[in-house]
T-cell receptor, first 109, second 114 residues
Framework: AQRVTQPEKLLSVFKGAPVELKCNYS??????LFWYVQYSRQRLQLLLR??SRESIKGFTADLNKGETSFHLKKPFAQEEDSAMYYC???????????FGKGTHLIIQP | DTGVSQDPRHKITKRGQNVTFRCDPISEHNRLYWYRQTLGQGPEFLTYFQNEAQLEKSRLLSDRFSAERPKGSFSTLEIQRTEQGDSAMYLC????????????FGPGTRLTVT
């Protein structure tokens, strides 16, 4: 069975501080990992995927297969980063995504 | 094309009634997914289609749930004999099989069963 764990329900940091949202996964094969973000009153949208190794809006995430983690990081938080963040796993190519419960990130001024 | 659309956006129904939701994917996308999201949880995968073929339906929550995509374009999700526990946000997403598998989500249909 595949599982995604986001241990923090809520994370509050000050503007300009570093941010790390944790994600651990359980999957027997080689998964594809994603971070999705949902801003207030907007639909869920893809932030980044591990295979592209991009930096989007200053966020990066590195897949650590040894620790089965895919933590999301940003060195300097901005107020517009306040949102719900979901880590997701896709195990079989076209199959549906398995999501974590999400972390509500609040950036305080 | 402004993205994935869902109709209705909100639905209030009485327990025992049937409801049907519609999803219109991005026009060039051949894959379509349905998810359910309850309060405090991430989206939960229900089923998906490639063109008109339903390739995964074992995750549908019960036999009261069914989905169709008859012409490979829009899809409907039906819940028969609704229960209060069916109250949730129902999300649709689409993707293109020839691309990066990125799923684009719709705004969702919020179902309230009274």
């Amino acid at each position: 069975a595949q599982r995604v764990t986001q241990p923090e329900k809520l994370l509050s940091v000050f503007k300009g501080a570093p941010v790390e949202l944790k994600c651990n996964y359980s999957y027997s094969g080689s998964p594809e990992l994603f971070w999705y973000v949902q801003y207030s009153r907007q639909r869920l949208q893809l932030l980044l995927r591990h295979i592209s190794r991009e930096s989007i809006k200053g966020f990066t995430a590195d897949l650590n297969k040894g620790e089965t983690s895919f933590h999301l990081k940003k060195p300097f938080a901005q107020e517009e980063d306040s949102a719900m963040y979901y880590c997701a796993l896709q195990g079989g190519g076209a199959d549906g995504l398995t999501f974590g419960k999400g972390t509500h990130l609040i950036i305080q001024p | 094309d402004t993205g994935v659309s869902q109709d209705p956006r909100h639905k209030i129904t009485k327990r025992g009634q049937n409801v049907t939701f519609r999803c219109d994917p991005i026009s060039e996308h051949n894959r379509l997914y349905w998810y359910r999201q309850t309060l405090g949880q991430g989206p939960e995968f229900l089923t998906y289609f490639q063109n008109e073929a339903q390739l995964e339906k074992s995750r549908l929550l019960s036999d009261r749930f069914s989905a169709e995509r008859p012409k490979g374009s829009f899809s409907t999700l039906e819940i028969q004999r609704t229960e209060q526990g069916d109250s949730a946000m129902y999300l649709c997403a689409s993707s293109w099989s020839g691309g990066t598998y990125e799923q684009y989500f719709g705004p969702g249909t919020r179902l309230t069963v009274t």
